[in-house]
């Protein structure tokens, strides 16, 4: 996929946070969708917002782009409060790339993205087009009727049809849905490609490693928000650190081995032998496993410190919420 | 509030291109014609010479006031339920359209075939009454005031018929369900026409001047109903 440039610079002050929540909620009736969410997304980060079906997300997204009006809190959104007189001039500044393409499937890409472009008041669309077809490798179907396009391919020009404004916030609900390995790839690389040039891009996805490989912090929601920070700091939160050990054989009294030994807190059994330890500094715990293990004339085969997949911290929060397993 | 010509004429451009390649729309826009123009055309072709001192004192033409009533609703029920249908309502309200620009484009994307067919369909009438019918017909059943009445009435009956149109579509997530709701609330200027067109209410000066006042005035009406009744949030928080 090719650069995209930008339009022109926003002019609003790059040390403001492009996304500011404060305790925003909506409900529907008498069903809470959104509960008393706070966070902030600074410029050009790469935000990952994650949650079961039905946590929300959608909910928010819609909010922040002045959709739909919140119950009660407050929000700015590129530099803009977020209320029912500012709703033009937020969505001037943002583009939602939404699950669903909603492409006018009896138009040509082309003819779908020059309608967005007169919405949004493009200047050069025809140009502009050319770059956002070139941007996510479709100028060769250009004249296509979209309803002729694959699943991925109208994706492609859903995306395509977000970067036509040079948004200063860019909202992707699930933009590699759909999409073959080679295309997913090459939307993320977009996706950097857009961070480096400053654009704050707010991600929701279910894919949990496409949001530990893009995303410098997400938030998981769940009606409410259940944690936020970069991947490492929620392991960290969530996870003790542990040793995972794994000998040639099981060794004969594991605890009489591993209790005593320096930064070792406890230890468990994870097959004949394999060993998870607790331990409060793996730097420190590691080599005093191995000397033991040595010593006792065990075969060490691995030591490594445990390492705890976004995926694992995602189902630690949503599993341990009871309103998770009412949905 | 300046509303953006750009905005509008932008959807103005989308919804006349689909409409071109909407097949069930094209046909539908055939046929209520036809169906308006086909019986009263049997009638006047059947007619013989010496019906056309009678036809002086009839106005069979403001039957196919009918035409821009019923052509209206079938293009205008699009307008909100066949973007819900297809899942580009969200997209487009989310760029910086105003509300008033989203109808205002929607009203005349519709308005401009919806007029163009009426006074097509009218001339086809005409022409084929001219070259077919009776000698004297023709000129007995063109009158001055029916024409000008078909001239003036057609665009304020469109008008707000694709209030109505709209108005439903905005209540409807189906694009056919629109369509013949939009048709049945705008029957009754259909009767009102047929009344009229036979005489039943003898159509006069005042008359005209009276209807044309109450049609403004329902067109002014029906773009703040259908304006009210556009609802950004309704419409994309229930999809369904």
């Known amino acids: ?327 | 509030m300046t509303m953006s010509r750009r905005r509008i004429w932008a959807i103005v451009r989308k919804e006349i291109r689909e409409y071109r390649r909407n097949r069930s729309i094209l046909v539908a826009m055939a046929i209520l014609p036809a169906i308006f123009i086909i019986e009263p055309l049997v009638a006047v072709l059947g007619l013989t010479a010496a019906a056309s001192s009678t036809l002086r004192h009839e106005h069979v033409l403001l039957y196919l006031l009918g035409i821009p009533t019923l052509v209206p609703p079938v293009l205008a029920a699009t307008a909100v339920a066949g973007e819900r249908q297809q899942g580009t309502l969200e997209p487009v309200l989310t760029t910086p359209i105003r509300r008033e620009e989203f109808l205002i484009g929607k009203a005349l994307a519709a308005f401009v075939p919806s007029v163009a067919v009426a006074y097509l369909v009218f001339a086809l009438f005409l022409a084929l009454v001219a070259l077919f019918a009776a000698p004297g017909i023709a000129s007995g059943l063109v009158q001055g005031s029916d024409l000008l009445a078909q001239v003036l009435f057609t665009p304020l009956l469109v008008t707000w018929s694709i209030w109505v149109g709209i108005a439903v579509s905005t209540r409807s997530s189906d694009v056919r369900v629109a369509q013949q709701l939009g048709i049945v609330a705008s029957l009754p200027a259909v009767f009102v026409t047929a009344l009229i067109a036979l005489n039943v209410v003898p159509p006069t000066l005042g008359l005209g001047a009276g209807a044309a006042v109450v049609l403004i005035l329902l067109d002014g009406v029906g773009w703040q109903i259908t304006s009210r009744l556009f609802d950004r949030e309704r419409l994309i928080a229930n999809p369904g």
């Not at chain 1, 600074?42 to 819609?62: C, D, I, S, Y």
Request: aromatic letters at 4%; charged letters at 25%.
């Open chain 1, 1 to 327: 996929m090719h650069e995209l440039g930008p339009i022109s610079s926003s002019g609003a002050n790059a040390r403001d946070p492009a996304l500011s929540v404060d305790h925003l909620s909506k409900r529907f009736g008498d069903r809470v969708a959104v509960d008393d969410v706070t966070f902030t997304v600074g410029r050009g980060e790469v935000f990952g917002f994650l949650g079961p079906n039905g946590a929300g997300k959608t909910t928010t997204v819609r909010t922040l782009a002045s959709l739909i009006t919140p119950t009660s809190g407050s929000a700015t959104i590129a530099g803009i409060p977020l209320t029912p007189e500012n709703g033009v001039e937020i969505r001037r500044r943002i583009a939602v790339m939404p699950e669903a393409p909603g492409l006018y499937l009896r138009l040509s890409v082309v003819e779908n993205l020059e309608c967005f472009t007169d919405l949004y008041g493009v200047p050069d669309p025809s140009e502009r087009v050319g770059q956002a077809l070139e941007a996510v490798s479709l100028a060769d179907r250009a004249r296509d009727t979209c309803g002729s396009l694959s699943k991925g391919l109208r994706q492609r020009v859903a995306l395509a049809r977000a970067l036509l404004s040079d948004p200063e916030v860019l909202f992707l609900d699930e933009p590699t849905v759909g999409l073959d390995p080679v295309a997913t790839r090459e939307v993320h690389a977009l996706i950097v490609g857009l961070r480096e040039r400053g654009v704050t891009i707010f991600l929701t996805t279910h894919r949990l490693e496409e949001a530990e490989r893009l995303c410098d912090r997400v938030a998981i929601l769940n009606t409410s928000l259940r944690s936020i920070g970069r991947p490492n700091e929620l392991r960290a939160q969530l996870f003790s650190k542990a040793l995972t050990v794994r000998t040639g054989a099981p060794i004969p009294e594991p605890g009489r081995v591993f209790a005593g030994l320096g930064g070792v807190t406890d230890w468990n059994a994870d097959g004949p032998s394999s060993y998870i330890l607790t331990v409060t500094d793996p730097a420190v715990a590691a080599p005093a496993v191995a000397r033991a293990l040595v010593a006792m004339g065990a075969d060490l085969v691995t030591i490594a410190e445990t390492q705890h997949s976004l995926e694992d911290v995602y189902l630690e929060l949503v599993e341990e919420d009871p309103e998770a397993s009412r949905r």
